[in-house]
């Protein structure tokens, strides 16, 4: 199983940002999957997740500002963030499970793409 995340980089505060994650592999689950983020020398938190049925999670500090879509028929999440500030500079990671549970970690990770915002 693979999660294959892009778009991250280098932008400015106040600009949007659009981050994609594609899950391959021999894995017929994908029923959830959400983004994470990992700010420097912080603990890794949840971002945003969505079911296959299309439930969502939000996290509450920055929910007015992102959104959390994906096409199942192609195993991929993607992730908008509007407005950014140099706080949502960290690594952005996808996470995928069977199950919708974010209260534990999730079974399959990507490597994580960098976000970095520029004030």
């Known amino acids: 199983v693979q999660l294959q995340a892009s778009g991250g980089g280098l932008v400015q505060a106040g600009e949007s940002l659009r981050l994609s994650c594609k899950a391959s592999?021999?894995?017929?689950?994908?029923?959830?999957m959400a983004w994470y983020r990992q700010a420097p020398g912080a603990q890794r938190d949840l971002v945003a997740g969505i079911t296959r049925s299309g439930m969502t999670i939000e996290n509450a500090s920055i929910k007015s500002r992102i959104s959390i879509s994906r096409e199942n028929a192609e195993n991929t999440v993607y992730l908008q963030v509007d407005s950014l500030k140099p706080e949502d500079t960290g690594v952005y990671y996808c996470?995928?499970?069977?199950?919708?549970?974010?209260?534990?970690?999730?079974?399959?990770w990507g490597r994580g793409t960098q976000v970095t915002v520029s004030s």
């Open positions: 996470a995928s499970d069977e199950a919708a549970d974010y209260s534990k970690d999730f079974k399959y």
């Open positions: 592999g021999d894995y017929v689950g994908f029923n959830a």
